[in-house]
């Protein structure tokens, strides 16, 4: 059964930062795709960044520029830096992971108020 923790949201200003975590465990196969979506009150998921077994990445356009996806050095953690925010960021943020199955984390709030 793979496991994923979240970490990293909470309550910020606008122009502030956040770094949301993402740790996976458990599964029994290489994971080959990390990343995150987020869910706004009244809208549908969407997706915010990903990134492949080989690094190769994909953002929302709404983030470009402004959000920085990584993968830590053991393959199974995914790091979402999240600078310059803005209050249309607001949303809960769920952690992506694909090996053989797509699997979801909990999801973390992310909260852009002045």
């Known amino acids: 059964q793979v496991q994923l923790v979240e970490s990293g949201g909470g309550l910020v200003h606008p122009g502030g930062s956040l770094r949301l975590s993402c740790a996976a465990s458990g599964s029994r196969f290489s994971i080959n795709v990390m990343g995150w979506y987020r869910q706004a009150p009244g809208k549908e998921r969407e997706l915010v960044a990903l990134?492949?077994?080989?690094?190769?990445?994909t953002y929302a356009d709404s983030v470009k520029g402004r959000f920085t996806i990584s993968r830590g050095d053991a393959k199974n953690t995914v790091d979402l830096q999240m600078n310059s925010l803005k209050p249309e960021d607001t949303a809960v943020y769920s952690c992506?992971?694909?090996?053989?199955?797509?699997?979801w984390g909990q999801g973390t709030q992310v909260t852009v108020s002045p």
């Open positions: 992506y992971v694909v090996d053989y199955l797509a699997h």
């Open positions: 990134i492949t077994s080989r690094d190769t990445t």
